[in-house]
């Protein structure tokens, strides 16, 4: 019965390409052209890989993105349970002030980002929200996007879903690390370009931008007059001394530059979903009518346990936080690069790793799929995040060390089991 409801699953999503009820946008989140490029489809692939995972049962993942060994302190948890008594009605589209408020001091701060409370930030639904919405208000259908690839897995179908026509900028695998190519990127912009869509950290690869790369990106988009969007999620997850900088608080970029941020990955608050958008007022202005025609508010108890965060003294429990990531990446690496046929990078942020296994002889679907079958242990095929992400798979180190420990076990055994021969 499971393998015939996956089945109906995956023909349901392939017949939806054709199906005349469904609108464009939706078929162009399908993300057909994958399949076309030899590919496969990075929606029907997730979907396969979680039903399977949920049928195999008993299944250690590796391939989250939440915090699964750490709450946020005891004043934060304390403001979300007092905030069910003390406010319980909708906080306004805006959010409530002293939380915008807040938010304003925090750029200021730690991000060298002015921005007016009033009409330049506005709360959402964690960082996806910002996304969405950004994308929502600035693209027209067949407009230009530059988009990162290897990148997070929903920012392309967000892009298709509002119409832009995406143009991939490589990261650059030298075998051991990713990094930024600015003539990739100098390559293929334009001033065709609407937009270009990146996240910092880069999820999955790690990739933390330096200040000297964010002036060569901002003057490219300022000569060539196009936006862009940065997602900031994990400004808070760094390692090996990295230093996160906004490329808003740079000249001439406040005006073109649309930023999200989350209290989601850097403070363990998944569960909370609040997040929030920083940008030029003009854009803010759709953005409330984004807000106000479709949720109408977001959640009082994310913003007060948000507000006290931003209010109260984090500094100890993140550099517990960060410690305690950065033993256990350093872990996983290890663990990783004993594996034949592996060879993994050492991210400066974010917590995943990306490794290249193309010396196991399987494609990063095969092997995700080999590793859950033999191994019961679930993690993330690369193309996923962009066909520059093929030969890679995402493997998450946010999890428990017991967690993590257990899946490496795992994954392996499964190894072990591989009937082909592997090169180093």
């Given at each position: 019965m499971a393998d015939t409801k996956r089945q109906a699953r995956r023909e349901r999503l392939n017949a939806a390409a054709n199906a005349p009820w469904l609108a464009d946008r939706m078929k162009s989140a399908l993300m057909p052209e994958y399949e076309s490029d030899g590919f496969p489809n990075p929606v029907t692939a997730a979907r396969h890989l979680g039903d399977l995972a949920e049928e195999l049962g008993d299944v250690v993942s590796l391939s989250g993105g939440t915090i699964g060994d750490r709450l946020p302190p005891d004043f934060v948890r304390d403001a979300a349970r007092e905030a069910v008594d003390k406010y319980p009605h909708y906080p306004g589209v805006k959010g409530y002030r002293d939380f915008r408020v807040a938010l304003a001091a925090k750029l200021e701060r730690d991000n060298a980002i002015t921005a007016d409370p009033d009409d330049e930030i506005l709360p959402t639904i964690g960082c996806q929200q910002v996304i969405d919405s950004t994308l929502r208000i600035l693209l027209n259908r067949d407009d230009d996007v530059l988009l990162f690839d290897p990148e997070y897995a929903s920012t392309e179908p967000a892009i298709r879903m509002a119409g832009g026509r995406i143009t991939p900028v490589p990261l650059a695998w030298d075998g051991a690390e990713w990094r930024f190519d600015f003539e990739a990127l100098a390559r293929v912009a334009s001033h065709k370009t609407k937009l270009l869509v990146m996240s910092n950290g880069n999820n999955p690869a790690g990739v933390v931008y330096t200040q000297s790369q964010l002036e060569q990106i901002a003057d490219l988009a300022r000569t060539l007059d196009f936006w862009v969007f940065s997602d900031e999620e994990y400004e808070k997850t760094l390692f090996d001394g990295a230093v996160h900088h906004s490329i808003a608080a740079l000249p001439g970029m406040h005006e073109r530059t649309v930023t999200g941020f989350s209290f989601s990955k850097g403070y363990a608050m998944t569960a909370y979903r609040i997040g929030y958008m920083v940008g030029p007022a003009a854009v803010m202005d759709h953005m409330h009518s984004i807000l106000r025609f479709s949720i109408q508010a977001?959640?009082?108890?994310?913003?007060?346990?948000?507000?006290?965060?931003?209010?109260?003294?984090?500094?100890?429990?993140?550099?517990?936080?960060?410690?305690?990531?950065?033993?256990?990446?350093?872990?996983?690496?290890?663990?990783?690069?004993?594996?034949?046929?592996?060879?993994?990078?050492?991210?400066?942020?974010?917590?995943?790793?990306?490794?290249?296994?193309?010396?196991?002889?399987?494609?990063?679907?095969?092997?995700?799929?080999?590793?859950?079958?033999?191994?019961?242990?679930?993690?993330?095929?690369?193309?996923?995040f962009g066909r520059h992400g093929e030969g890679h798979v995402r493997v998450s180190f946010c999890f428990s060390q017991a967690q993590i420990e257990a899946g490496m076990d795992r994954l392996e055994q499964a190894m072990a089991r591989l009937p082909q021969p592997v090169s180093a």
């Open positions: 977001c959640s009082a108890v994310g913003q007060r346990a948000a507000h006290a965060v931003l209010t109260g003294d984090m500094q100890p429990w993140l550099a517990d936080n960060t410690a305690n990531l950065q033993r256990k990446r350093d872990y996983l690496v290890q663990r990783l690069n004993r594996i034949p046929g592996i060879r993994c990078n050492t991210p400066r942020g974010c917590y995943f790793v990306f490794p290249d296994i193309r010396g196991t002889g399987l494609t990063s679907l095969e092997f995700c799929e080999h590793v859950l079958r033999e191994g019961r242990v679930s993690v993330t095929p690369g193309f996923e």
